[in-house]
């Protein structure tokens, strides 16, 4: 879509996505979720770039092929999970660290996993579906 004003907003509306997609992720550290909710948001704010500019621009943006993304996130989630049976614990069992007293643990770990999964899936689902049309 060739659209002044659509183009205008997305840049501002993209990056405001984009940032609360973070905040998502970040916030599913101390609640549950975050990971998957935040990767759709992302998801769509890329889906939003790609309708006002091209899926090519889009494509460009990222630098990184959404397969790939998709496939470093499940890695990514894998190994967070692997952590525990390498310390003989029950795959996904949590391990906590508090560098300067901020809580970092492998359940952030598989939140980031999974963000970069959903985000590589959907923007590849969503990429195939807007160059087909």
Known sequence: MNSIILGAA???VV???LTFSIYLLIR???APGGGFVG???AAAALFLHAIANDVAATRKMLRVDPHVI???GIAVAIAAGLIAAF???PFLTGFWMFPGGLPLGTPLMFDAGVYLAVVGAVTTLVFALEEDA
């Open 10 to 12: 997305a840049r501002f």
């Open 15 to 17: 990056a405001l996505m």
């Open 28 to 30: 599913g550290h101390n």
């Open 39 to 41: 990767g759709l948001v």
């Open 70 to 72: 998709a496939a470093l």
């Open 87 to 89: 310390a003989s614990e």
